[in-house]
């Protein structure tokens, strides 16, 4: 009997009456691991031997004995019809080295800017030199770029912080090199709080105001600007806008890289109404290869909820969803935009900059709130934290003109980064059960300077991740990496969750970690990047575990990331991802 036969057979009413297990059993499977190194973050059986996929859920865990025994008996002749179309339902095994964990999720990123950064990366340079060097090396590799002096040239990842002199640097410093000087070239800081600009983008920007509202022009002695630019002052540059060639580039850069490394999901944390439009034209094409719920932004103080359209697993796939926005209060620690309640330890003339005025906030949040959307703000210093507390209590115990609280549960509103708190909001945090999420790698890149910006006594409340987790109600502490900041790899954001320390194994406090009270434990910190950010985007019943009845996320490593040395953590290599059941890098 031929294949089509067999096949129009399946389609017939014969079958009819099971067509869910037909559909099941074309992608139906069985992968164990002989150590029961299957971490399924689900407390109920938290190893396993082994998981049965059928179609894209996950249908059973246990051992394979356990397995075999609870399969549902089928109609004979079916099952002997697809047994001769399909074969039986394959078992297989990793490497005994290998682990299977859910597929993770960065619960903080920017999945556009990251494309970007690809194209002129400036983070490992440890110098002004250096950052010429290849900024050059970026033009005479672009003839396009090279014989065009109108062409910009844009790039990301400077850190002044790294460098010998410590300093901001100027337009001069570009206008200085001969191949550089008279064009325009926009170079972005490692945290994308701040820019720095080459004197014929100056030119082009003509007379500047003397103040920015939430931002900082740089000047010199004379109040001349010096071609930094932070924060809101930041939407002084012209810069041209990206084409959709552009943005497909940086798009597909970013999935690839983030498949090879495990993701399969990624929450972004800032999408403008053209970024939503862009990916949701993707998602009608099929086009979209990993879940992505994105926070809509607009830069404005006045209401802007209808710009941002509301998607719930929308596309041909179901993996986009819109349902949150994003909100701005402060810039970073490393270029002193960070809002402080007292000022800068190193530079007290300063507490940061505060982006939003408290009311605009207020006003804002409570808007987004009425209009059923999820608020995920940005706050790095302890006075934008403070601020944004006040305005979620308000609205979470009823302290406003209507009376009316906040269903918590149901809002689910975030903090994106709570990265320095005083130790009276580190517990009103959890009190309010207002969600962190938060960004290991931050901590240990941080770390070399932090406690000169903040002294001995700010610093305790700062990167407090256990303290953060122990305060929420839920036990929920959502981990992402905010690349392009830091990298795509979600294993940097665990190994500096686990470790405090950096790539090299050292931090200012020596090989047993920086602030080491502050770490996570493993499986806090796997926790952390599957089931906690699956929670703080309303999905803890469909992804972040393995348990029967999910998604079939997951992925395989080629090594126990839950055991090795922290040194072996980066090591560790991805077999396989695998989203809806299916193998989307790698193989099984």
């Known amino acids: 009997m031929s294949k089509t036969i067999i096949k129009a057979l399946l389609k017939s009413s014969f079958f009819s009456c099971c067509d869910a297990f037909t559909v099941a059993s074309l992608n ?103 950052v010429l060097d290849r900024v050059k090396a970026y033009i005479v590799s672009h003839p396009d770029i090279y014989n065009n002096n109108s062409r910009w040239i844009e790039g990301m990842g400077w850190d002044q912080t790294k460098w010998p002199e410590k300093r901001f640097p100027t337009a001069a410093d570009l206008d200085a090199d001969p191949l550089l000087r008279g064009r325009p070239i926009a170079l972005a800081r490692v945290d994308v709080h701040a820019t720095w600009v ?145 000022p800068y330890s190193d530079k007290p003339d300063t507490t940061g900059i505060m982006r939003s005025t408290p009311k605009a906030l207020s006003d804002l949040v409570k808007q987004f709130w009425k209009d059923g959307w999820q608020v995920c703000i940005h706050c790095i210093g302890d006075r934008a934290n403070h601020v944004v507390l006040d305005v979620f209590q308000d609205l979470i115990e009823g302290n406003n003109a209507d009376g009316v609280k906040a269903n918590i549960t149901e809002w689910r509103p975030r903090i994106e980064h709570a990265q320095i708190m005083t130790k009276e909001d580190l517990e009103r945090a959890g009190r309010l059960g207002v969600i962190a999420s938060v960004q290991p790698t931050h901590a240990t890149s941080d770390m070399w300077y932090a406690e000169t910006r903040l002294g001995p006594e700010r610093i305790k409340g700062a990167y407090a991740y256990q303290t953060l987790l122990r305060e929420s109600p839920n036990r929920v502490l959502a981990l992402g990496s905010d690349f392009p900041v830091e990298g795509v790899n979600p294993l940097l954001g665990f190994y500096a969750a686990v470790s405090r320390l950096s790539v090299d194994g050292s931090s200012p406090h020596g090989d047993q970690g920086w602030y080491i009270s502050e770490a996570l434990s493993r499986a806090q910190a796997l926790k952390g990047m599957t089931l906690d950010p699956a929670y703080a985007s309303f999905v803890e019943h469909e992804l972040g575990s393995l348990t029967p009845g999910k998604i079939a996320d997951f992925v395989v490593l080629d090594r126990d990331i839950m055991k090795v040395p922290y040194a072996e953590i980066l090591e560790a290599k991805v077999v396989a991802t695998v989203i809806d059941g299916k193998t989307a890098y790698g193989s099984l």
């Open 28 to 130: 139906e499977y069985t992968i164990c691991s002989k150590s029961g190194s299957i971490y399924t973050v689900d407390e109920t059986k938290p190893q396993v031997e082994c998981i049965s996929i059928k179609g894209t859920r996950i249908s059973d865990t246990g051992s394979l004995r356990e397995l075999e025994s609870r399969k549902s008996p089928a109609p004979w002749l079916q099952t002997w019809f697809l047994t001769r179309l399909f074969g039986p339902p394959r078992v297989s095994y990793v490497h005994s080295n290998s682990i299977v964990i859910p597929g993770l999720a960065d619960a903080h990123a920017h999945i556009i800017d990251n494309g970007f950064k690809m194209q002129l990366e400036l983070d490992t340079c440890k110098t002004i030199a250096e």
């Open 198 to 342: 080459s004197g014929r983008v100056l030119e082009l920007m003509g007379e500047l105001p003397t103040d920015v509202e939430g931002g900082l022009i740089i000047r010199d002695s004379n109040g001349d600007p010096t071609g930094v630019f932070v924060d809101n002052a930041m939407t002084l540059i012209p810069r041209p806008e990206w084409t959709d060639k552009q943005l497909a580039q940086f798009f597909d850069a970013t999935m690839k890289s983030a498949l090879s490394y495990g993701l399969t999901s990624i929450h972004d944390a800032d999408s403008s109404p053209r970024m939503i439009n862009f990916m949701k034209n993707l998602a009608d094409a099929g086009e979209i290869p990993m879940r992505l719920y994105l926070m809509g932004n607009v830069v404005s103080d006045e209401y802007w909820g209808s710009q941002i359209p509301r998607l719930d697993h929308y596309g041909k796939h179901g993996r986009l969803t819109v349902r949150s926005i994003k909100l701005f209060t402060d810039g970073a620690l490393g270029s002193w935009g960070a809002a402080l309640l007292e």
